[in-house]
């Protein structure tokens, strides 16, 4: 059955760097689209990042610049790495692959704070 097992969430300072990584099994990795979704207390889920089985990216205004994602179709890996965190940034933190249907992790909590 389809797997997606996040990893790399943690507890950060504000302008600190995390690395989250999500490791896919059970589906046809390359033909999916892959990406974040994050949700904050209190909030509605929200887009973070995809990339796409055809190599385009895509990023949430709030995080361009900062976030960056990627993809190892060999690995079956998504990973989202995230430098100059903020305080707004705290949320559990989802990956997801899409085709017809999507698919969710169990997220992983980042905390940005002092």
């Known amino acids: 059955q389809v797997q997606l097992v996040e990893s790399g969430g943690g507890l950060v300072q504000p302008g600190g760097s995390l690395r989250l990584s999500c490791a896919a099994s059970?589906?046809?990795?390359?033909?999916?689209?892959m990406g974040w979704y994050r949700q904050a207390p209190g909030k509605q889920r929200e887009f973070v990042a995809s990339?796409?089985?055809?190599?385009?990216?895509n990023y949430a205004d709030s995080v361009k610049g900062r976030f960056t994602i990627s993809r190892d179709n060999n690995k079956n890996t998504v990973s989202l790495q995230m430098n100059g965190l903020k305080p707004e940034d705290t949320a559990v933190y989802y990956c997801y692959a899409r085709q017809y249907r999507i698919y969710w992790g169990q997220g992983t909590q980042v905390t940005v704070s002092s």
């Open positions: 059970g589906f046809t990795f390359s033909n999916y689209n």
């Open positions: 990339f796409t089985n055809n190599g385009n990216t």
